[in-house]
């Protein structure tokens, strides 16, 4: 959903393993140290997570199955990158050696959608469409904002979405100055995700978003741009002029496309077919109102979605028509969605993915099932940003984005088939590890060099100033 527009040094390896807890009466992989410090190396050290009961590569080619499952693994990264996965793999010296016994390893979740800056209205406007949630509960807030708030909201989001096993995250922004614009990338710079910052330009003008992408987003190495619009015939120039600068920066377009059955007057693919953007290159967000020509039409040109189940229920959106899309073949992520998410857990949106497809056909074996909605949550994902050669599976040579499942906990347990149990049953806290480009962002279920009650704090104090704040006018769109 979319608001309207708006003008440390490393302990030794010797006390890293004593901190771990390898011994076999810790019940934690990884252990826990008070404050576990990142790998100082750029694109992360050597790092061996040795004998992982169950890795799921996402690979076929490198596990069995769809999901390409080796158990009783290790997995080897190296300089950032995969190096290896297969049982007793041999430890390169000065190897930084991760216990991950009894634990599951797979490839991180990659969000194709979000607003992180709405931390700020969580479980707000329960009530609410999506119509009348911009009116109660965004346009309020999105006119006060200051470059330190919206450092603080954006960072708050983006930490809530590591700690639950995200690595890569799109998020679709209509900020425009240029100081919160700059605000907004340095936070998500500094937690370590990898980023993709869609940018909605205010006027039919490329130079903006050039230097936003040049000065801002091409100098961090984890972030990528695409440029963002609203596609609707009332403004076709604008959606024509962002199509002509995604090409121009060689980026993809992201576009919220019929969210609510009233955008239907809209005409949003008809928009995005006269102006030529129909492809691979063109993200379309939500997509739930379409009729089955304009889901054919997707499918013949490769066009990518963005299923945000959890919000789409929230604000009463509809249910997207995922079974059709996959049965055609569309490309298709998940999406958390900012606000109307209220959290960053992807268990529960893959979980909830599945069910609304169950319950609006009443089918058991419809699409996706299990394996179908793992795929979507990783290497599908990274398939829709086109950035499927570099991560969205455990795959040598691939970047090392990957997560840790600790099953030993009262929601997991008992094993019967942790497949399944990682979509039904896992939740954010069973998250133990989280590795971006080869760096530890999270171990022994904490995250590293991260104080969270002071970002919490800081969240906190910035959104009792924003309410105190008189707000400056809002553009609706």
């Avoid at 002029?241 to 693919?269: F, K, Y």
């Avoid at 009262?410 to 760096?439: S, T």
């Avoid at 919490?456 to 707000?471: G, I, N, Q, W």
Wanted: aromatic letters at 4%.
């Amino acid at each position: 959903m979319q608001p309207a527009p708006t003008s440390p040094s490393a302990p030794s390896r010797r006390d890293l393993l004593a901190g771990l807890g390898l011994a076999a009466a810790t019940p934690l992989l990884l252990g826990a140290t008070p404050r576990p410090s990142r790998p100082p190396v750029p694109g992360g050290p050597t790092v061996l997570l040795r004998g992982a009961s169950l890795v799921l590569t996402m690979d076929p080619a490198v596990g069995s199955g769809p999901l390409g499952a080796v158990e009783n693994a290790d997995v080897l990264m190296r300089n950032g990158a995969i190096a290896a996965v297969g049982p007793a793999l041999r430890t390169p010296p000065g190897a930084w050696v991760l216990d991950a016994a009894g634990k599951l390893v797979m490839p991180g979740f990659v969000d194709t959608h979000n607003h992180l800056w709405q931390a700020v209205i969580r479980g707000g406007c329960t009530d609410r469409d999506l119509f009348g949630w911009f009116q109660a509960c965004t346009d309020p807030q999105r006119g006060r904002l200051t470059p330190e708030a919206l450092h603080s909201f954006v960072r708050l989001a983006a930490l809530d979405a590591v700690q639950s096993g995200v690595t890569t995250l799109v998020d679709w922004v209509d900020i425009f100055s240029y100081d919160l614009i700059e605000s907004y990338v340095r936070a998500l710079a500094d937690t370590g995700v990898r980023f993709t910052y869609a940018m909605f330009p205010p006027a039919p003008d490329g130079v903006l978003p050039a230097k936003v992408k040049r000065e801002l987003v091409d100098p961090v190495p984890l972030a990528s741009f695409q440029v963002a619009t609203h596609a609707a015939r009332a403004v076709q120039h604008l959606n024509r002029a962002h199509w002509e600068t995604a090409r121009e920066l060689g980026v993809m377009l992201n576009s919220h496309v019929l969210e609510r059955p009233e955008q239907r007057a809209d005409d949003p693919i008809g928009v995005l077919t006269d102006i030529g953007a129909l492809g691979p290159r063109l993200l379309i967000n939500h997509a739930i109102h379409l009729t089955d020509a304009e889901i054919a039409a997707i499918a013949e040109h490769d066009v990518r979605a963005a299923h945000c189940p959890l919000s789409n229920m929230r604000l009463a959106s509809g249910i997207m028509r995922l079974s059709e899309l996959g049965r055609r073949g569309v490309k298709v992520g998940l999406g958390l969605d900012g606000g109307t998410n209220d959290s960053s857990d992807f268990h529960a949106l893959m979980k909830t993915a599945i069910g609304l497809q169950r319950a609006r056909t009443t089918e058991a074996g419809v699409f996706p099932q299990v394996p179908d909605v793992l795929r979507m949550a990783t290497l599908g994902g990274a398939e829709v940003l086109g950035i499927a050669d570099r991560v969205g599976s455990l795959t040598p040579g691939k970047r090392a984005d990957l997560v840790v499942i600790d099953p030993a906990a009262l929601n997991f347990a008992p094993r019967f088939d942790w497949v399944g149990q990682i979509v039904f049953n896992g939740r954010p806290e069973n998250i133990d590890a989280v590795f971006v480009d080869g760096r530890a962002l999270k171990l022994g279920g904490r995250l590293v060099d991260v104080d969270a009650d002071r970002v919490v704090r800081e969240a906190e104090a910035a959104a009792t100033r924003l309410r105190a704040a008189v707000p400056t006018t809002v553009v609706r769109r």
